[in-house]
């Protein structure tokens, strides 16, 4: 069976890796980006240059993905009343970061012109896309997923989270990335006060943060299960001990004329809920204090 058609806005860094992984699974995939440039490697591997959205969109048989660098260029390209005819019938996948409310927002602006509509949240950088290594959350009503998940398939593993809700791929795309800045927020600080002791920034990573991280990074699991259960057992590592330790941190980093400001979000966090009696809980009975 010949592989379907597939439309492509967008060829920033992502767009143009989604796009690159259609054409290498041989999917006949038009393109169009705002700055036609971008799309000469595209054309030169076998993709067609469209000169507008709706001549994109009518290229697919079915499947539109878009992937731009916020919201509002979403609605600015696809609002016209030329594009949205062209999007009539089809299913539009929304690969561009926003929030759960932009996503219901685009899924009833689209709805009244009969496009099915699917948000998707892009867990990988552009390198990682077609590989397993990448994975893409989506929401939308099961039968419409269903339609397009092959083809969705090219581009990295398939996550679908069911529920009625269109905003929750997003919801979960913003907590792992959530997830990610809290990790490398840790990791810059670390790096800048290992170098401010003369150590090389590749060694410290390599030898001692990375492995330290990876040990650290088991127990988020059993966080998951505590916040489930509402039950905190502080593991040998209770928050009264933590709380002590901190302002260490702090002063050490302004010793080293490195900036403290990461630290103390978590460490006000963790004070307050030492002063509400959580001397004796772990780390996990944070989850329960970011939502008092
Ligand atoms: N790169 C990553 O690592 C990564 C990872 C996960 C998710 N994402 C998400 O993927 C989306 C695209 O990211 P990217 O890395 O491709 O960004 P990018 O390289 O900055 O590309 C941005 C894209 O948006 C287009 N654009 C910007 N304003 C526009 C407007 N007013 N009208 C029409 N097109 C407009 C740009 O067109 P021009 O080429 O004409 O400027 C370009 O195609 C973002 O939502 C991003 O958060 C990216």
Same mark, same amino acid.
């Given at each position: ?96 970061? =926003?929030?759960?409310? %932009?996503?219901?927002? @685009?899924?009833? $602006? +689209? *709805? /009244?012109? &009969? ?5 998707? !949240? ?115 590592? =209770?928050?009264?001990? %933590?709380?002590?330790? @901190?302002?260490? $941190? +702090? *002063? /050490?980093? &302004? ?5 403290? !400001? ?31």
């Amino acid at each position: 069976m010949a592989a379907s058609t597939v439309s492509v806005l967008g060829l920033g860094e992502m767009g143009a890796a989604l796009a690159s992984a259609f054409v290498s699974n041989s999917h006949p995939t038009t393109v169009w980006n705002r700055t036609v440039s971008k799309a000469t490697d595209l054309v030169q591997r076998g993709a067609i240059l469209a000169s507008s959205p709706a001549e994109c969109i009518r290229a697919s048989s079915e499947l539109v993905v878009v992937c731009l660098v916020n919201h509002d260029a979403v609605k600015e390209t696809l609002l016209s009343e030329a594009t949205l005819a062209a999007l009539e019938g089809k299913t539009l996948v929304n690969l561009t970061n =926003g929030t759960p409310a %932009q996503a219901r927002e @685009m899924a009833s $602006l +689209v *709805a /009244a012109h &009969r496009v099915e509509y699917i948000h998707g !949240g892009i867990m990988a950088v552009p390198s990682m896309i077609g590989t397993p290594a990448a994975f893409i959350l989506y929401s939308s009503s099961s039968s419409t997923f269903e339609s397009v998940e092959s083809t969705l398939g090219v581009l990295g593993r398939v996550n679908f989270v069911s529920g009625e809700d269109v905003g929750r791929a997003s919801l979960l795309d913003m907590a792992l990335l959530s997830g990610m800045y809290g990790m490398f927020s840790g990791a810059v600080h670390a790096i800048a006060l290992a170098k401010s002791s003369g150590m090389p920034g590749s060694e410290f990573a390599r030898d001692l943060l990375v492995p330290w991280l990876s040990a650290m990074a088991q127990s988020v699991g059993r966080l998951g299960q505590e916040a489930d259960e509402g039950r905190y057992p502080s593991g040998g590592s =209770g928050l009264g001990m %933590q709380v002590a330790a @901190m302002p260490n $941190l +702090v *002063a /050490a980093s &302004r010793e080293a004329g490195v900036w403290e !400001g990461m630290l103390l979000p978590i460490m006000g966090l963790m004070e307050r809920r030492v002063a509400a009696g959580g001397v004796h809980e772990g780390l996990g009975a944070l989850v329960e204090e970011m939502c008092r």
